[in-house]
T-cell receptor
Framework: NAGVTQTPKFRVLKTGQSMTLLCAQD?????MYWYRQDPGMGLRLIHYSVGEGTTAKGEVPDGYNVSRLKKQNFLLGLESAAPSQTSVYFC??????????????????FGPGTRLTVL | AQTVTQSQPEMSVQEAETVTLSCTYD???????LFWYKQPPSRQMILVIR??????QNATENRFSVNFQKAAKSFSLKISDSQLGDAAMYFCAYRSADNSGSRLTFGEGTQLTVNP
């Protein structure tokens, strides 16, 4: 059981280049998330998905696109990288809760992060 | 929209002593979860403790406990008998209890140093 994995772990891009970050989970989770972490700030949500074939915008979606073609994978794309997108990117996943009581709580699991530098 | 504020960018504690990290939040919801996450230099996000808003009893996990004040919208983390391995960035986070795929809203983080 690998949990949540992210590929690659590190990447350096030049301004204007494109790339795709891959997130994979083997826990059969419905919900998946992409966050970015910048110094002095907590993690901020970029995009998320509540199921295969669905995506939604989070707090800071501009400059990113996502796809969830398979339940276990959530891809984050940068079409034209900018220095402002230098950050550490985290993927996370969890199952939906089945009710309001504590036994229905489902923990959100995080990947190890991807450090992206845009020059 | 919900917001989470951690007013202490850095804290330090002597090994074996107790330290309290502060967190306040703003929400109009009555049902939600609150969390403390630990992020060591490895960058891995580790769940330390959680609190359900409908529970009045404060959550406890071994040396970690919280002081949850719902009316004041305050959620502090107390670490007792601090250990060198507790040194990390700590994030407070909020999540709605609805089932709409609600995400975590994080505070800015508190960097905790443990001095031997």
């Amino acid at each position: 059981n690998a949990g949540v994995t992210q590929t690659p772990k590190f990447r350096v891009l030049k301004t204007g280049q494109s790339m795709t970050l891959l997130c994979a989970q083997d826990m059969n989770h419905e919900y998946m998330y992409w966050y970015r972490q910048d110094p002095g700030m907590g993690l901020r949500l970029i995009h998320y998905s509540v199921g295969e074939g669905t995506t939604a915008k989070g707090e800071v979606p501009d400059g990113y696109n996502v796809s969830r073609l398979k339940k276990q994978n959530f891809l984050l794309g940068l079409e034209s990288a900018a220095p402002s997108q230098t950050s550490v990117y985290f993927c996370a996943s969890r199952s939906p809760t089945s009710g309001r009581y504590f036994w229905s709580y489902n923990e959100q699991f995080f990947g190890p992060g991807t450090r992206l530098t845009v020059l | 929209a919900q917001t989470v504020t951690q007013s202490q960018p850095e804290m330090s504690v002597q090994e074996a002593e107790t330290v309290t990290l502060s967190c306040t939040y703003d929400t109009s919801e009555s049902d939600y979860y609150l969390f403390w996450y630990k992020q060591p230099p490895s960058r891995q996000m580790i769940l330390v403790i959680r609190q359900e808003a409908y529970k009045q009893q404060n959550a406890t996990e071994n040396r970690f406990s919280v002081n949850f004040q719902k009316a004041a919208k305050s959620f502090s983390l107390k670490i007792s008998d601090s250990q060198l391995g507790d040194a990390a960035m700590y994030f407070c986070a909020y999540r709605s209890a609805d089932n709409s795929g609600s995400r975590l809203t994080f505070g800015e983080g508190t960097q905790l140093t443990v001095n031997p």
